[in-house]
């Protein structure tokens, strides 16, 4: 799809894990610990890429083979999130281009914030040990409202507090709950591939407005408030 000057979006709202930052050295290493600590030899980081976008059910379930509802699911996941907090930025870092398209959508003007389902006790200190602590105009956590993407709350929610209409939002992520919060709110979307994608992902069926390879990419599909045409912001 290709935008016009009059649906170009005049802020940008990111997915956290797998679309601004990649989390998952720090995720699979505590997913390793916690293995240790049950006497269990650790696993290859690809056996985790695909969960780590969603969360630590699945992280526990491929880790251990355990689901919510098993004997021992809820003490296993309460520890695996204790000890990612203790390391939640130790080999964690944005993706390379995302602090360019970051500092070109300020110099604009243009608002950007985090929409993600990861705990806010999770995402506060993360921000802040990497130097993003005040910068996102919202950032709205998985423990903010009461249903988390896929459903729109959250993104209508980043709206308001934007004072904007979803409409003029643009929501980029790397997993399907992303895109159908998005696409369900009313904002533009767009994928990252660069994210947590697996082969089982078919993003050609999610229903987004785009896709991209690189963070700068998403410059696109903003609108650049310093020109009368509102014209896209250069990448």
């Known amino acids: 799809m290709s935008t016009t000057a009059d649906d170009r979006a005049h802020a940008v709202l990111l997915d956290l894990d797998g679309t601004m930052l990649d989390t998952a050295p720090d995720l699979v290493d505590s997913l390793n610990l916690l293995r240790d600590e049950r006497g269990l030899p650790p696993l290859p980081d690809e056996d985790f890429l695909h969960a780590v976008g969603h969360g630590s059910v699945p992280m526990i379930a491929r880790g251990f083979n355990r689901h919510p509802g098993d004997e021992g699911f809820d003490q296993l996941r309460e520890r695996f999130l204790a000890i990612y907090a203790e390391r939640v930025s130790r080999r964690t870092s944005a993706y390379e281009g995302v602090d360019q398209t970051l500092a070109a959508l300020e110099t604009a003007g243009i608002p950007w914030g ?122």
């Open 114 to 235: 985090i929409v993600t389902n990861k705990p806010g006790w999770l995402t506060a200190p993360l921000l802040a040990d990497l130097g993003y602590a005040g910068r996102p105009a919202c950032v709205v956590t998985g423990d903010n409202l009461a249903r988390r993407k896929p459903h729109p709350y959250q993104v209508t929610e980043a709206a308001r507090q934007l004072d904007l209409p979803p409409a003029a939002c643009l929501v980029v992520g790397d997993t399907e709950r992303d895109i159908r919060a998005g696409r369900q709110a009313g904002t533009l979307t767009l994928v990252a591939l660069y994210g947590y994608l697996s082969g089982d992902d078919h993003v050609e069926h999610w229903g987004a407005d785009g896709l991209i390879g690189h963070p700068a990419e998403l410059l696109r599909w903003v609108a650049d408030p310093a020109t009368p045409h509102r014209q896209a912001i250069a990448v």
